[in-house]
C-alpha cells in the first residue's frame, strides 16, 4: 500500500542519500538546498510503500525569483504559470512498479486543483538517459528545448506536459 506524504525532516537523509545515488542524472543536492526547498516547493513528498520510503518529488510553481537553477530560469522565461518538477526518484528497489508514474500522478492531480496547464521537466539527455525519456514520452512529454548545463558537460531536454483544463 502506497502512502505519499510532505518530506519531514526526519526523512532528509533518505532523499540525500537517494538524490546522491543518482546524481548522474540529477542536481547534486545538500541538506542547505533541501532546507530551501522545503520552504519554496509546492510539492516536497516522499512515497511510502507498506511504510518503506520508495521514492520522493520535488516540484516548485513559476515566480521563484531566487531559485537559480538554469533549467527552472528556462521554463521561467516562456511560461507564465507551471509547475516544474524539480526532481522525481525512484529508489531502485521499487522501480519498473509504478511508483514513478504515481508520484507523477501526484503532480497531475495537484496541476488539474491549482488551474496550471503546463508541468515542465528537464531530463538528461546527455549522459544518456534513455529509461527516463522513455517513462516522460509514456507519461505524454514532449521535447520543447534542450540546454546545456554544468559547464557544457551535460545537455538536457527540456520538456512539457500540457493538461486541458475542463471548466465547469
Known sequence: MENITRIEPKDYDYVLKLNEENVDALIPTDRGELEYLAEKAVLFHVIYVDENPAGFIIALREGLEDYDFKSYRWFKERYSKFLYIDRIVVDKEYWKKGIGRKLYQYAFDYVKENDIEI???????VPYNKESLSFHAKMGFTEV????????NVRISQQVKELRIVKG
Do not use: C, M, S
Request: glycine letters at 20%; aromatic letters at 0%.
Open 145 to 152: 528545448g534542450e540546454q546545456l548545463i554544468r559547464g557544457g
Open 119 to 125: 508541468v515542465a521537466a528537464a531530463i538528461t539527455t
